[in-house]
């Protein structure tokens, strides 16, 4: 039964009912009334005490107030994406809606199931995301960006550029057979700041990595996230697609690693948030990393992005 009240907590129940029954409230103006002996937590204890199981053998789910005693009953609680603030508080783990396939993504977080992984950059055209149009004076580079895994990147990039922020900015450091590297405004590596006026964390996902022509982001160490990105350019690995495999990585990035080349050493260092799209654009890359350079890795002469343009 459900209670509708104009200020939280403003009903009470008669003596004649108080002994029997109780209010359990789950909103701000509702509660449940319930047996004042019963609860959604005595209820799922008898049953884990009729199968023999204990209470930390036991996952729930809730998102509301009412949920608060089965969350202190069970070994392990998840609050949905919309539940009370309290609720998420208190859980082991905060999943998704239940639109979103929320509880098979908290099996997944808890490794109950196995994770199903999707390699974006491999499957680039079937992608939904902003693209990104670098532009410099030496050709366009075109970039898919993944906001699904890297939101808060993402939003960074996109914002600094729809900003001019990256306009006539330099790529001052290249190496030819690794990256290039811009993104800083002072032009010395030194600089740049994020959209967020501070450094922001990393957003390493299973699902990204630093093959070739992968947009990440360059920092100082972990967590020091501002403006400034590198786009890998290296073709050449000297292991096979067992060797890296062997290493952790997934088969189908092994064999990208193996084929295309690609720096796996800054994986899980390094955010990964685009990737280049089409060969024009890779042919862009590398002529940029054949330019002339001098101490530091800097150009002799400047290669400029004259701006860069995003389509959502």
């Known amino acids: ?90 859980a082991d783990y905060i999943t998704k809606t239940v639109e979103e396939d929320g509880i098979f993504d908290a099996l997944e977080g808890f490794g109950m ?28 580079l075109r970039i898919k960006l993944f906001p699904e895994q890297a939101p808060k990147t993402v939003a960074n990039f996109v914002a600094l550029s729809k900003d001019g922020y990256y306009d006539g900015v330099i790529f001052h450091r290249i190496i030819k057979d690794f990256m290039i590297q811009g993104g800083d405004p002072t032009g010395t590596g030194m600089g740049g700041e994020s959209i967020y006026g501070q450094a922001f964390e990393d957003e390493f996902s299973e699902e990204l990595y630093n093959i070739r022509g992968a947009l990440s982001m360059a920092n100082a160490g972990p967590n020091t996230n501002g403006s400034q990105f590198f786009i890998v350019q290296n073709q050449h690995l000297p292991y096979s697609k067992k060797e890296i495999a062997r290493g952790g990585w997934p088969e189908p990035i092994a064999e990208i690693y193996a084929e295309q080349g690609g720096t796996p050493h800054l994986d899980r260092r390094h955010t990964v948030f685009g990737q280049l799209v089409d060969a024009e654009s890779f042919a862009v890359l590398d002529a940029i990393a054949a330019v002339e350079t001098e101490a530091m890795d800097k150009p002799v002469e400047d290669v400029v992005i004259e701006t860069i343009e995003i389509e959502d």
């Not at 509708?4 to 103006?29: C, I, T, Y």
């Not at 089965?70 to 508080?89: C, N, P, Q, R, T």
């Not at 196995?114 to 499957?123: C, G, S, T, Y």
């Open 1 to 90: 039964m459900w209670t509708f009240e104009d200020k939280g907590a403003d009903l009470q129940l008669p003596e004649s009912l108080s002994d029997k029954l109780r209010m359990v409230r789950w909103h701000e103006h509702s509660s449940d009334i319930v047996p004042i002996s019963g609860s959604k937590a005595t209820g799922v204890a008898k049953v884990v005490e009729h199968l023999s199981l204990k209470p930390e053998n036991v996952m729930v789910f809730g998102d509301g107030l009412n949920d608060m005693e089965l969350f202190d009953y069970a070994g392990i609680s998840v609050a949905m994406g919309v539940s009370h603030d309290k609720i998420k508080e208190k």
């Open 113 to 140: 199931v196995e994770k199903e992984l999707h390699f974006p950059q491999i499957d680039i055209e079937t992608v939904e995301g902003p693209l990104a149009t670098i532009k410099t004076n030496h050709g366009d």
